[in-house]
């Protein structure tokens, strides 16, 4: 699933070069903005909603019935969890992100069964933030028993954090004081990001303290993905992406793709070797070829596609 300006996007991922993502569908959800999105395991679409189309902060999440493109559940937010606008789903609870009036921040926790029995849809808060602003998708990346969060700052405090928060406990163990589009191989965070010296970087974390274990600068590149030992960077919408190899962040590659095909934030592999570049246009990263979804042309996505969010795990 693909969120977009007040739409969800959903796709066949494919299976590969040869097979390729295809746009199969889009749902409407009026008068709200529609971010992160993501199929659980039962597959029904969470929706995080931040705003309204022409109001502040929004109260209220929802749960989508895909083949039916209707709301199924409308799951209310407290005054700490409102503005929802990430989340990422799990067996033990779907952790959403909230953005509150931009001047702090939370992540809170749903029962993932509130799908099949509605008593048990009350969000409860999991993490306070504190004095963040909004964050960069995605705002939530689990490895193992371990939740890692990336906030920008705000203007009444210049801090900007990524942290370290064990799922047991819901206490920040780790920051690192600058923040960037997030990707992982499961021992290192990969980390696009300008903040740290003031120039564009790519830079790996360790898991366990934050502390970086490596750093090359590029040109701004903020959309990144991983896939097989290596991290691919772009500029929204630009004509190329390179690519690095994962330990020792030096470059192996640069593709250069066509005008019209650059990069959003949907950056992400939708199938095995095929890195999707917006929501119709994906490049095969063995051969170089750029492979075009037949909805091109014809789906008007508009210019605020979010994040490719790959189904639950089973």
Known sequence: VIGGYGSLWLYDLGTGPDDP???VRSIRIPNVLT??????????????????ETTGPHYAMYVVD???ATVHRVIELPDTLRAVGDLSIYDDGVFVRSWRNGFSGGIGQVDPDCVVDDTRCAPSLFVDLGNVGGSLEPSILRIGDILFSASRSNSRDGRHSTDRIPVASGAITASAPFVGK????GSSLFVSTRVRTGEPELVRLGLE???????????????IAYEDGTVYLS???????????????EPTRTYVIPEGAGAHDTFAFAAPGVLMLNGTTSLAVESGDVLFDPARGTAEMGSFQRELRLPQRR
Do not use: N
């Open 35 to 52: 971010t992160a999105a993501q199929v659980d395991r039962r597959g029904y679409v969470w929706v995080a909603t931040p705003d309204g």
């Open 21 to 23: 993502p295809r746009l």
């Open 209 to 223: 303290t934050l502390g970086a274990t490596g750093a090359t600068a590029f040109p701004d590149s903020p959309q």
């Open 235 to 249: 500029a929204s919408r630009g004509a190329t992406v390179t690519a690095f190899d994962a330990e020792t962040l």
């Open 182 to 185: 997030t990707v992982t191989d």
């Open 66 to 68: 895909p083949y039916q």
